[in-house]
């Protein structure tokens, strides 16, 4: 099992020009770690983080996306798996935080948790690659390349909380971090 | 406002495109489905993306509109209850762009959709009030007219807006 936080940061080390769309915890860790306009964090509704990544990665084929997805979101929204390999996007990477509750509304367990396998389901659905992580070090090593890895990708990360950070809801809801990835996305070809 | 009449899907793909929509994402309803959502499937200027549940469309279009990509989400009446939620959150609250189009399944043709007296048809026209999404008839062919200048409005405005199809478009 690794801590999210070390998680985040190992990615937040490597990011560099991507479109990250992040829900929950990871959303309010990602800002600590790697602040940027061109985070989205507007998902506003369950599950739909990877929707918006995948529009997004239709929208703007020059750039990658990361989702940083949880697992209680994604089983809000499971077809999006079969929906994401069907559009099959090279620039999209759909991370999943698995650490089997629904931590920001009490910590209830998820439904089945341990009794299936997310990268196991992305992978019948049609991702073109996807990948567990439970060690840290192995992440460390594997991460980089899977980076380069044209996709969809999938990447479960098996993990539990690390340090606290702040709940920063205002962050998440307000309109500010939305017009800030408005304006960093400038379009290169409008309305296309 | 008249009920009877016709409705051309063709005219209706016309007023998308003449909207500076090339993006079409959908799940499939049979009030549409030969009138308007083959014809689209089948047509290579526009992208046409299938999608399993509604809300997944609501987030694409929503995704979309910040690279300045204009979509329309083509779905039916009961898809549009099951998404209320992204359309609250997403849409309204968080003010995207979202178009729709509601095709009625079950609407009497010739009966208006407020004036149905099919509860699933009804109340379509009250929730969209209720949501604040500005809403639009689609009964007959002259309706479609109004389709370029609210698709402009909505992305103008950033907030949704819905096109409700009253009849199987022809």
Known sequence: MMKRDACLKALAR???DEIV??????????????????????????????SHGLGLA????????????????????????????????KNLIH?????????VNGSHPIPGYGKFNFAGMARE??????????????????????????????????????????MDWPYVHGAPQRDLFRAALKPTNPRS | MEASGELKGSAIIDAIKASGIRTIVSVPDITTSQGLLW?????????????????????????????????????????FFY??????????????????????????PDVLPDDSPKYSIRIVGPMLDTLGIERHKLQRTADTAAIP?????????????AFVIGRSPV
């Open chain 2, 149 to 161: 200048g609210a698709v402009d409005r909505a992305y103008r405005r950033s907030r949704p807006v």
């Open chain 2, 39 to 79: 014809p689209i499937a089948r047509d290579p200027s526009l992208r046409h993306i299938r999608v399993c549940k509604e809300d997944e469309g609501v987030a694409i279009c929503a995704a979309l509109s910040y690279c300045d990509q204009r979509a329309m989400l083509v779905i039916q009446n009961t898809g």
């Open chain 1, 21 to 50: 769309v992040s829900v929950y915890r990871a959303a309010f860790e990602w800002k600590v770690f790697a602040p940027s306009p061109l985070n989205y964090v507007a998902v506003g509704a369950m599950g739909l983080a990877s």
């Open chain 1, 14 to 16: 490597r990011r560099t």
């Open chain 1, 95 to 103: 991370f999943v935080g698995e650490n089997g509750v629904y931590e």
């Open chain 2, 83 to 108: 998404a209320t939620n992204s359309l609250r959150g997403i849409a309204v609250e968080y003010e995207h762009p979202v178009c729709l189009m509601i095709g009625l399944q079950g609407a009497e």
């Open chain 1, 125 to 166: 659905a049609g991702y073109r690659n996807a990948y567990e992580f439970s060690e840290l070090q192995q992440f460390e090593r594997d991460i980089d390349g899977i980076l380069k890895q044209d996709g969809p990708t999938f990447v479960t990360l098996k993990i539990e909380p690390g340090e606290e950070y702040p």
């Open chain 1, 58 to 89: 239709i929208g703007r084929p020059d750039k990658r996306v990361w989702v940083l997805d949880g697992d209680g979101s994604l089983l809000m929204n499971l077809s999006t798996l079969v929906t994401v390999a069907n559009q099959a996007p």
